[in-house]
């Protein structure tokens, strides 16, 4: 399913309904809401709008609980932390509690961390995937951390995986595809012109997920594409 909104705001504001409508059919059906947020820019506004009225008390903050689909393998008071830029837009300005939320980062080896993480999702979530996930797109096709060309894309059996991203020089910590499509609902959250190669890739494109990995998020229910005009510029016109 595909949304083309006029700009980031109005995009934003169908991105923080969503989140808000899935928390609350959570809670209402089992008596919690597990989500899992994404990284970079994307879900900046979002998240502002969030921890604002008439959002923030639309959300049952305090039956839900939060995780990521993936993180730079930093501490938390880096500045490429997606963590801290979500404690800092959202999560610090809402009453969700401090042990419900799962940063990505940790003391040990980052493989070791993955693994503990891993067991940490199925000891909470059981067989079920997460109610929402959130993602992201870069402008080469990836979301997540599954970069175009990394083993991790041919992962088919763990949940969770860390390895290094030699061209960014740094580990990351990520959700596998298999794991991903397991969600009752994904949104991904893509604006921009740079954007809008890869978006008629991933779309419209023949089926190549190694160079465009956003194509092996295929879950049972159709993933929500909330997009703007700019990043949709080539479907509009229909290239």
Known sequence: MIQIFKDTL????????LFVQAANEAVQEKGRFNVALTGGSS??????????????????????YVFWGDERWVPLTDEQSNAKMAFETLLNHVPVPKSQIFPMWGNQEPEIFAQQYEATLREHLGNTGFDLILLGMGDDGHTASLFPGTAVLHEKEKWVVAYYLEPKQIYRITLTAPFINQARKIAFLTFGEKKADALYEVLEGERNPEQYPSQLIQPQNEPIWLVDEAAARRLLKGE
């Not at 109005?10 to 923080?16: G, H, K, R, T, Y």
């Not at 506004?45 to 305090?62: D, G, T």
Request: aromatic share 6%; no cysteine; proline share 10%.
């Open 10 to 17: 109005e995009l934003s504001q169908a991105a923080a309904e």
């Open 43 to 64: 879900p900046i506004q979002m998240h502002q709008l969030l921890a604002q009225s008439p959002y923030r008390e639309q959300v049952p903050w305090e039956q839900t």
